[in-house]
Nanobody, 126 residues
Framework: QVQLVESGGGSVQANGSLRLSCAAS????????MYWVRQAPGKGLEWVSI????????YYRDSVKGRFTISRDNANNTLYLQMNSLKPEDTAMYYC???????????????????WGQGTQVTVSS
């Protein structure tokens, strides 16, 4: 059974930090591009960051560059997102997802990913 289980979300004040984790199981984690995708209330899905199989290639949405860092631990099947200097506009449900390709475009639907987690809420207050 494939599972992606996110954790680490919470409520923080602006300029605070959070570290999200995503524990993967039931599939060959090290063979997939891994994504962090978010959805703010009333808005569509936004890709946030992407990392390749081995972790040496990363991509970031312009609005989070320099503040967020994606990483992965293939030995422990875990994906991370370190979020610093958080802003109120970062408030969203954050999801991890797996795909066989890297696509630097906002997804229209979760079906664009092979596997999808249940999400963890991040709330940033001003």
């Amino acid at each position: 059974q494939v599972q992606l289980v996110e954790s680490g979300g919470g409520s923080v004040q602006a300029n605070g930090s959070l570290r999200l984790s995503c524990a993967a199981s039931g599939f060959l984690f090290s063979s997939y591009w891994m994504y962090w995708v978010r959805q703010a209330p009333g808005k569509g899905l936004e890709w946030v960051s992407i990392i390749n199989y081995g972790g040496w290639k990363t991509y970031y949405r312009d609005s989070v560059k320099g503040r967020f860092t994606i990483s992965r631990d293939n030995a422990n099947n875990t994906l991370y997102l370190q979020m610093n200097s958080l802003k109120p506009e970062d408030t969203a449900m954050y999801y991890c997802a797996a795909a066989t390709v890297a696509r630097l475009a906002d997804p229209g639907d979760t079906d664009e990913y092979k596997y999808w987690g249940q999400g963890t809420q991040v709330t940033v207050s001003s």
